[in-house]
C-alpha cells in the first residue's frame, strides 16, 4: 500500500500545502492560502520596522491547505502517514501555560505585541546590541560565537527582550515563547505538555544561542543581565533539542477531525524554510543552496569533523542536525532581496495608479484593469530595457540593505544607498543597478564561507526569483563567476518538509536517502559569460567602495549620538 506525507511551508506571505507520494517524490495535489490580516497591513508599522502577524492568519491557512489537498488527491486518509511543518525564523510569539497564543485571547487579540514578531521585523535593534555587547564582555561564555559571533534583531532573545520591556501586561501573561514552527506543530500534536514538547533543533541553535557545549540555551546568570524577566523565562523554555527526522507528536483529535485525516498520522519536529528548502533541492556537501524569495536564505552542510571546534565568523549560525542529522549546518542570508525589487517596483507604481484610480476620465472597470496591469507588467517591462541596457553603459551602483544586512556580519541598521545618478539615469538603469546589488551581496557571502574554509563546489538556486527571472540568475552566475543549477520544484521548502516527514514515520532511514529519492529534478543551468565576468568584477569594487562609505559613516553618527549622550 503506497504512503503519503504533507509538507506545509510557512512563508512570509503565504501558506502552501503539498501531498507528495513517498516512492517518487511526485506531488499530488498542492494548495496555497495567502494571509488576509497581513495582505491588509494590519499590525504592522513599516515606518518602524514592526511587521507582526497574527496566529489567525496561520491557522486558517493550515485548515484550507491541507483539507484541500486531502480532497484533491482524493487519497485515503490512513494512508497519508505524516505531517511536517517548515517556517520563517526567526518569529517567535507567546503563549499562555497551556500553549494558546495570547493574541488568540480576547484580551490581547488587537495587540501586535501579543502576536508573532515575524523574522523581518527590526524593532530590537537596541536590545540585540545589549545582547551582543554583553556576550563579548561579561566575562564568561560568549553565547554568539556559534551564530556568526554576531546576535541580530531578527532573533528570538531580541525580540522577547523588546516585547517584554514595551509591553507589561504582555510579559506578564506570556508563560512561555515559541518559535512559529514549533507553535504550529505543538498545534497539531497530541502532546500537550509545554515541558516536554520536542523544539527544533534548527530553530534553538541557529536563532536562540542553543549549543550542546553549553548544555541549552544559555545561561540564567547571562539572561538576567539583560533582564531579570529572560532569566525566569529561561526555566519555561527547553534544555533539549530535536531534529525533524523525529516525532512530535501524533496528530490530535481535534484537528484530525478539521483535516479529514486520522490521529494515526505522525507530526514531525518543525524547521525553518530554507533548512527544508536545502533538503528539497537534494542537497550535498559542497554545495550552496540559495532560497531566493522576499530575502535569502543561504543554506551549507559539512561535516563535523571538517568544521570542528572552528567558527565561521559573520553568518547565521552552525548547528549540528539542522538541516541533515550528523552534518553541520551552515546558514547565511540576505535581509532583502526579491524585497528591493519589490520596493521599486511600489515607488513607480503606487503614484500612477493612485491618479488612475482618481481619475474622472475613465470608468471604474478600465480603472481596475489598468490598475491590474501595471502591477502585472512592471517588473517584466523594467527586467526587459534593464536587459538591453550593455555593461559599458554607465549604470548607477546601489547597495541591497533596505533591510538591513544579515549577512555577512549582520548589522541591521545598516540602509541602503545609490550613488553615480545622473539626468541620463532612467528607471531600467536604477532597477539594473538594484540587481546587480542583490547579487553582490551575494557574492559576500559566498567569499565569507570560502575565506572561512568553507569549499563551494556548486550552487543551487530555488524559490520564485530562481525560476522566474533568468535575468536575475544570468547576472549573479556572472558575478558569482560559477554555474547555478536552478530546482524544478515550485515549492521546495514544502517538499524538504515533506522529506522530514517520510523519515519520521519510518519509510525512509535518513534524510540523505529520503532526499535523494524525492528531492527536486533540476530545470535549467547558468553558466559565466566570460566576456562580462571581469566588468562584474570592476562593478564589485564600486559596490565595496560605496558599501564601506555608508558603514562608516553610520558607524561615525551611532558614536557621535553616544559620546553626545
Excluded at 95 to 122: C, Q, R, T, Y
Excluded at 212 to 233: I, T, V, Y
Aim: glycine content about 6%; some cysteine; hydrophobic content about 40%.
Amino acid at each position: 500500500m503506497k504512503k503519503y506525507v504533507i509538507g506545509l511551508d510557512y512563508g512570509t506571505d503565504s501558506v502552501r500545502a503539498v501531498l507528495i507520494d513517498t516512492e517518487s517524490g511526485a506531488e499530488l495535489a498542492a494548495s496555497v492560502s495567502y494571509y488576509q490580516r497581513w495582505k491588509k497591513g494590519r499590525f504592522c508599522r513599516p515606518e518602524n520596522n514592526q511587521f507582526r502577524q497574527h496566529p489567525l492568519d496561520h491557522i486558517e491557512g493550515l485548515e484550507k491547505t491541507v483539507s484541500d489537498v486531502v480532497k484533491e488527491s482524493g487519497v485515503a486518509p490512513e494512508n497519508i502517514v505524516s505531517i511536517c511543518i517548515d517556517t520563517t525564523g526567526s518569529s517567535p510569539l507567546p503563549v499562555n501555560k497551556d500553549g494558546i497564543a495570547l493574541s488568540l485571547l480576547p484580551e490581547f487579540s488587537e495587540n501586535p505585541n501579543a502576536m508573532m514578531v515575524l523574522w523581518k521585523d527590526h524593532t530590537s535593534i537596541r536590545e540585540a546590541e545589549e545582547i551582543n555587547d554583553l556576550a563579548k564582555n561579561w566575562g564568561g561564555e560568549d553565547y554568539t560565537k556559534f551564530e556568526g559571533g554576531i546576535y541580530s534583531s531578527e532573533w528570538f532573545w531580541a525580540k522577547i527582550l523588546h516585547i517584554n520591556r514595551e509591553d507589561e501586561a504582555v510579559k506578564n501573561a506570556a508563560y512561555s515563547w515559541m518559535e512559529h514552527c514549533d507553535y504550529l506543530t505543538f498545534l497539531l500534536s497530541d502532546h500537550q505538555d509545554l515541558a516536554t514538547f520536542r523544539r527544533s533543533r534548527c530553530a534553538a541553535g541557529h536563532k536562540a544561542m542553543w549549543h550542546e557545549s553549553w548544555k541549552g540555551l544559555p545561561s540564567k546568570e547571562f539572561l538576567g543581565q539583560l533582564d531579570s524577566s529572560l532569566a525566569e523565562l529561561r526555566d519555561r523554555l527547553y534544555d533539549k533539542t530535536y531534529t525533524s527526522n523525529k516525532v512530535a507528536g501524533n496528530l490530535n483529535e481535534e484537528w484530525a477531525a478539521k483535516l479529514g485525516l486520522t490521529i494515526n498520522t505522525v507530526i514531525a519536529v518543525g524547521t525553518f524554510d530554507a533548512h527544508s528548502g536545502a533538503i528539497g533541492a537534494k542537497v550535498e556537501e559542497n554545495t550552496l543552496i540559495r532560497i531566493m524569495g522576499t530575502s535569502t536564505c543561504d543554506i551549507m552542510v559539512a561535516p563535523n569533523e571538517i568544521i570542528g571546534d572552528r567558527t565561521v565568523k559573520g553568518i547565521c549560525g552552525q548547528v549540528d542536525g539542522s538541516v541533515i542529522p550528523g552534518l553541520m549546518g551552515l546558514e547565511a542570508g540576505q535581509s532583502a532581496f526579491g524585497d528591493v525589487l519589490a520596493w521599486y517596483k511600489d515607488i513607480l507604481t503606487e503614484p500612477t495608479i493612485n491618479i488612475i484610480m482618481n481619475s474622472e476620465a475613465i470608468d471604474e472597470n478600465q480603472k481596475h484593469l489598468l490598475k491590474e496591469e501595471i502591477e502585472k507588467s512592471m517588473i517584466r517591462n523594467l527586467t526587459l530595457e534593464a536587459e538591453k541596457i550593455p555593461l559599458s553603459e554607465t549604470v548607477p551602483i546601489a547597495l541591497d540593505w533596505i533591510n538591513g544586512r544579515r549577512t555577512p556580519d549582520a548589522s541591521q541598521e545598516l540602509k541602503m544607498a545609490i550613488s553615480n545618478l545622473s539626468l541620463g539615469t532612467k528607471a531600467p538603469h536604477i532597477f539594473k543597478a538594484l540587481v546587480n546589488a542583490i547579487c553582490f551581496g551575494s557574492k559576500k557571502i559566498v567569499d565569507r564561507f570560502e575565506d572561512e574554509g568553507v569549499k563551494i563546489d556548486k550552487v543551487i538556486g530555488i524559490g520564485g526569483v530562481a525560476r522566474k527571472s533568468p535575468f536575475i540568475m544570468q547576472t549573479l552566475a556572472n558575478v558569482l563567476n560559477m554555474p547555478i543549477v536552478v530546482a524544478a520544484s515550485d515549492q521546495a521548502p514544502a517538499l524538504g518538509a515533506a522529506i522530514y516527514a517520510a523519515v519520521a514515520a519510518g519509510i525512509y532511514p535518513n534524510v540523505q536517502e529520503a532526499s535523494q529519492k524525492m528531492g527536486s529534478d533540476f530545470e535549467a543551468e547558468y553558466f559565466p559569460q566570460k566576456e562580462h565576468v571581469e566588468q562584474y568584477e570592476e562593478l564589485m569594487q564600486h559596490y565595496q567602495i560605496l558599501a564601506d562609505f555608508i558603514e562608516n559613516n553610520i558607524k561615525s553618527k551611532k558614536k557621535l549620538t553616544v559620546d553626545s549622550l
